[in-house]
C-alpha cells in the first residue's frame, strides 16, 4: 500500500480498511445480489448521461439547462430568480462542474472532448455580480479538479498528452477576479464580487453581510490552488477568514451564528446549526486538517463539534438554537442541508449519531418521495421544495463504506427509483417545485451532475469498477476531487505520487495525520449498524401518529376530468366538481355528513376524506404554480376562404400549449383539416389513415391535452386544433386558456385552442370547403387590440393594377359604432437578390381594434390627444421601414376615428416621411421598394368614411408625397456623379460630398441595384397607369427622367442598400 493510500485511510474518510471488521447486516436488511449492483449502478450512469447529454445539446454554453423548456438557461436573459442567480456568470458552469464526474464515470474521451471546450470557450471577463462562496466551490473547484484529473489521467493511461496546465491558469485567473472581495478590515470576504469590476459595481455598495458558510467554506479550494500554483495568496486570504469566524465564536457555547457583518464581525443573525448558513463551515475545518495537516483546524472543529452535539443534536434531530442561549431553540424545523451532517460524522468517526440521523432523514424521504427543503419537528413539510440535492446521498455512500451494510444500497435504489419516477424529464432532470404535488419547476442545478449523480454511481460501484483509485482524493463539499498529497508536499505537486515512487516518511508528519478520534468508534461488532436503526424504526410515524402515511389512490398532477376512475375516486374522497359558464371548473369538498345536502358528495370514510383534502391542496399548489409560470402569448388560426365572393384571411386568436412545437415569432405550420373520428381522439381513431400529413380539430375532454398531442404525433399529424366543449365561450368573453402538459414534453407537434364561439367560424369555413388549409401561428396583433377574435383580411391580388381591391373591413364595438380598420399588406422579407420580388415574400399584417374605449369615450378631448401624440411619437422613433409603416397605419387608424379632415392626417404623415426619408436615402431605397404599394394602398382608405367629403385633397396629398419621394430618387444622381471608367471608385471629392446617409457602405455591388432600381420604376410606372388624370403633370416628367436614369446607375454611383 503506497503512502497516500495509508494516509487515506488514516484520516478515516474511506474508513473500510480502518475500522474495526464489520460484517454485513443479518436481520431486518435485504442483501443485494451482484447482478443487482451491477444493474444499478449503470442505471445510476445512464442516468448522468441522460442529464448531461440533455446539457450538452440543448444548453452549452449557457451555465445551467432549464429541463422543461429544454434550453439553457444564461444571466440576465431569463426572469429573475433573486440570489439564487448569483451562482451564474456566464461561464458554462454546469460543463466545468461536471469534469470530474466524468472521470468518475470512467469515460476518458468525453473528458478530453469537455476538456477541449473549456479552454476553448469559457472565459471570465463578463461585467456579472456573482456568489463568491457559489463561484468558488462549483468554478474553482471544477477547474481545479478538472486539471488533477488531467494530470493525473495522463501520467495513469498516458492520455490528454496534449494538455499543459491550461486549466490551473483559469482556476488561477477566476480566483484572481474574486480577491477583491476579501478587501475588509476582518478578512472575512463580501458575499458577492463582480467579474469584470471588482466590488466597484454599483450593486455591491451596500454589501456588508455574509453567511458563515460562504466566508468559511473557501480554504480547501483556494489553499490547493495556492500549493499547486506556488502562489501563497489564495490560501492566506482563506486561512484568515477561518481565523476570523474562529475568533467570533461564542466563548461559553462555542457556537457560530448564521449570518455575520464583514467588517465588524458582529453577529446579525445568531441562530446556529449545521443546516443552511453554516454547514460547509463545521465540513472545511474537518476536512482542512484531511488536506492540510494542519491539526489547529483540527482542534477547532473538535471544539465546534463537542458544542453540537451538546446543544444542537437532540437524538436524531439537529435543531438550531441561540449561539448566545444554546439551551433554547430557535425554530422549530429543520432544512435539507443538514443531511450532509451524518456523512461529515462518518469522517470524524462517530458512527452510532450518524447511523441514528442518516435513518431519520431516511423515513422523512420514504413519507415525501423526497427530503424537503425544510421539514418541521413532527416531520410535516415546512418548504415543499426539492432541487435533487445530493446531501443525503453523500451520507448514505459514507455510510455504506464505513459498515459495509448491503442497507444502505437498498436506501441508495429507492432514491434512484424516486429520481427516475418524480425527477426524470424527456430533456433531464427537473427540481420538483413541492413534493406534496410532484410539479415540476423548470431548473436543474449544476450540483446534479457534479454531486448527485456521482455518489449515486460511486455507491453502487466497487474499487475495481472506477479507473481511479478514490483513496488519494478527499471531496469538497461540491465533490470535486483534490488529491490528498497536498498536505505535505510542496505545493508544486499535482497530482499523487506514482505508486512505484517511494519517498521518506516523516514520523511527526505521520503522527500528526493519523486518525485522533477513535475513541469515538462505536464498538464494531456483527450487525451493529442494524441494532442502531432497529430501536428509530418508526421513529418518524410515532411522533405524530395522526398524520399518518397513507397510500395514495389519486394526486392531482395526475387527474384527468375525462377519466371515470378518476371521477369515482374524487366522489368517494367527498370532493364534488361543478362547472363554470366559462367552461372552467370548480372543486367542493365536504368530509360531513351533518351539511351532506349541501353537496353532491361526501367522503366514505375518514381516509378517504383526509386523502380528499390532501387533493385538494395539491389542486391549489397546481394552480398557484400556472399563474407563476411565465404569459404565453396568444396564438393564431388563419384560413384563407370566399366572404361575398371575395377571397378573404381569417384570422382568429387562439390559446396557445405549454408542451409541443412554441409557436413564436415566424414559426408557423400550414397543412390541411381534418376532424378527429371520434372527435375527442383519445382512444382509436376511425379515420386514423386520414390524418398524416394534416392538422388535426379535436374537442376537450376525455384525456389530457398532452395525449390528444402524442396520439396526433404517433399518426403522423403536424398540429392540432382542440375545440371547447362548454357552448357559448369565446376569446372576447373568457380569459386565454392556455393548455398544461404532465411535465413530460416529449411531442414536436403545436397545439392551439378555440372556444367554441370562435370555433364556428372555422367550422363553417371547413363545410364550405372540406380541403381547407389553415396556418397556426403567433398572433400578430397580440399587443394592441382588446379583446378581439376574429380579423377579416381582404387579400390583395397579385398584380399593382387591381389595387383596387384592396378593401376596408369594419368591426363592431361593444357601443355599436362602426370602426374602420385600416389593413396592410407589407413585405417582412429583407431582399437577399434574385429574380424578382414576389408576392411570396408578403405576409399579412392586421391592425386590429385600438384599445381606446377603456376608460373614457374617444370624443374626450385628451383621450384623443395623447393617443395622437403616443403614435407620432411611434412613427418618429421607427427606425426600419416595416417599423414605418406599422406606426403609419396605427396613426391613420387613431386619425380615422376623428373629427378632423382626412387630409391633415395625410399631410401630417407626409411631413413626417419626408423628414425621416430626406436625410436617409437608404431607408428612402427600403421604403420605396418594399412598402410603395402598401403605401399607396392604405392612405386612400381614409376617404372611405360616409362623412368625409374631402377625397380630392386626400388624393392630392398622395400624389404630392409620391412626387417628393420620387424627386428624391432622381435627385440620388446629383450626390453622386458618374464616372466614366465603371471600374473605378468615386474620388474623395465625390464622396465627401455626399449627405451622411450614403458615406458607409460598399460601392462595388452593382447588380442588386440594378435589379432594385429596375423594380422601382416599374412599380412607378404601374402607380402612373392606375392614377392617370390625377397624378399632377410634374410627376410624369419625373417619371421619364427617372426611366432615363435607370440605366445609367452604376455600382460607383450608387450606394449599397442595406436590403
Known sequence: MNMFSSFYSSVCFIVSAIWLVIGVSGTGTQSMSEEERLNLKEEAKEMFYHGYTAYMDNAYPADELMPLSCKGRWRNTEPSRGDIDDTLGNFSLTLVDSLDTLV???????????????????????????????????????????????????????ALGWYRGELLTMARDLATKLLPAFNTTTGIPHPKVNLKYGMKSPKLQTSRDTCTSCAGTIILEFAALSRLTGDPIFEEKARQAMDCLWSQRHRGSDLVGTVLNVHSGDWVRRDSGVGAGIDSYYEYLLKAYVLLGDEGYLDRFNKHYSAIMKYISQ??????????????????????????????????????????????????????????????????????????????????????????DPYYLRVGEQVLRSLQKHAWVPCGYAAVKDVRTGVHEDRMDSFVLSETFKYLYLLFAKPSDLIIDMDQFIFTTEAHLLPLSLARLSNLTVVPIPDNQVDAQDTDVEYARSCPNAHFLFP?????????????????????????????????SEFQAGNSGHMRLLRDMGITIMALPDGRVQLLHTSSNVIKEMF???????????????????????????????????????????????????????????????????????????????????????????????????ERGDCMFIEKARKLKSLGGIGGIVLDNTPGTSASSSPMFAMSGDGNDDVDIPLVFLFAGDAEILLKAIQDNPDLEVVLGDFADKDTGKGIVEEVQVQMTDTLENIDEFTVETLNDDDGVTVPTVRSIINSK?????????????????????????????????????????????????????????????????????????????????????KKTASNPGLLHSLLNIHLRELSGALPQVSTRPSSSDAPEVHNSLHNLLTHLSTLTANLRKFLPVTKDAKKTPSSEQLSSLPAGLKKGDLNENSKVDHLT????????????????????????ILDDNQDMSASLTKEAVKKDEL
Not at 390559446?655 to 371520434?678: E, M, S, W
Open 104 to 158: 468518475v464515470m470512467g469515460d476518458i474521451e468525453e473528458f478530453d472532448r469537455a476538456l477541449r471546450l473549456v479552454v476553448r470557450d469559457v472565459t471570465f471577463d463578463h461585467d456579472v455580480v456573482v456568489s463568491v462562496f457559489e463561484t468558488n466551490i462549483r468554478m474553482v473547484g471544477g477547474l481545479i479538479s478538472g486539471h488533477v484529473m488531467a494530470e493525473h489521467l495522463n501520467q495513469l493511461y498516458g
Open 1014 to 1037: 429596375d423594380k422601382l420604376h416599374e412599380k412607378l410606372k404601374k402607380l402612373k397607369k392606375k392614377y392617370e388624370g390625377m397624378i399632377p403633370q410634374h410627376i410624369e416628367d
Open 600 to 698: 353532491q358528495y361526501t367522503a366514505k370514510s375518514s381516509d378517504d376524506a383526509e386523502e380528499g383534502l390532501l387533493f385538494m391542496q395539491e389542486m391549489i399548489e397546481l394552480s398557484k404554480l400556472q399563474q407563476e409560470q411565465p404569459e404565453n402569448p396568444p396564438r393564431m388560426v388563419s384560413f384563407t376562404h370566399k366572404v361575398d365572393g371575395k377571397a378573404t384571411v381569417t384570422t382568429i386568436q387562439a390559446g396557445p400549449a405549454q408542451f409541443g412545437l412554441d409557436l413564436k415569432g415566424d414559426i408557423t405550420v400550414r397543412g390541411k383539416v381534418v376532424k378527429a373520428h371520434p372527435l375527442r381522439a383519445c382512444g382509436e381513431l376511425d379515420n386514423e389513415e386520414e390524418i398524416r400529413g394534416k392538422i388535426v380539430i379535436m
Open 524 to 556: 464494531g461488532r456483527h450487525e451493529f449498524a442494524e441494532t442502531i436503526r432497529r430501536p428509530l424504526k418508526n421513529f418518524v410515524n410515532n411522533v405524530c401518529p395522526s398524520r399518518k402515511t397513507m397510500q395514495r389512490k389519486l394526486r392531482a
Open 315 to 404: 437524538g436524531p434531530m439537529l435543531l438550531d438554537v441561540h449561539m448566545h442561549r444554546p439551551h433554547t431553540t430557535s425554530r422549530n424545523f429543520m432544512d435539507a442541508l443538514l443531511a450532509f451532517w451524518p456523512g461529515l460524522q462518518v469522517l470524524k468517526g462517530d458512527i452510532k449519531p450518524a447511523i441514528e440521523t442518516h435513518e431519520m432523514l431516511y423515513q422523512v424521504i420514504q413519507r415525501h418521495n423526497f427530503l424537503p427543503e425544510a421539514f418541521t419537528t413532527d416531520f410535516q413539510v415546512h418548504w415543499g421544495g426539492h432541487p435533487l440535492r445530493p446531501e443525503f446521498l453523500e451520507s448514505t455512500y459514507l455510510l455504506y463504506l464505513a459498515t459495509d
Open 830 to 914: 429583407r431582399y437577399q437578390g434574385g429574380d424578382s420580388l414576389s408576392d411570396d415574400d408578403l405576409v399579412t399584417v392586421v391592425e386590429g381594434q385600438l384599445e381606446t374605449q377603456q376608460a373614457r369615450p374617444l370624443n374626450d378631448f385628451e383621450v384623443r390627444k395623447s393617443l395622437q401624440m403616443e403614435i407620432l411619437k411611434l412613427l418618429d422613433e421607427a427606425q426600419t421601414a416595416e417599423e414605418i409603416m406599422i406606426a403609419a397605419i396605427r396613426y391613420i387608424n387613431i386619425r380615422q376615428l376623428q373629427d378632423q379632415p382626412s387630409s391633415s392626417a395625410v399631410s401630417e404623415l407626409q411631413n413626417v416621411l419626408i
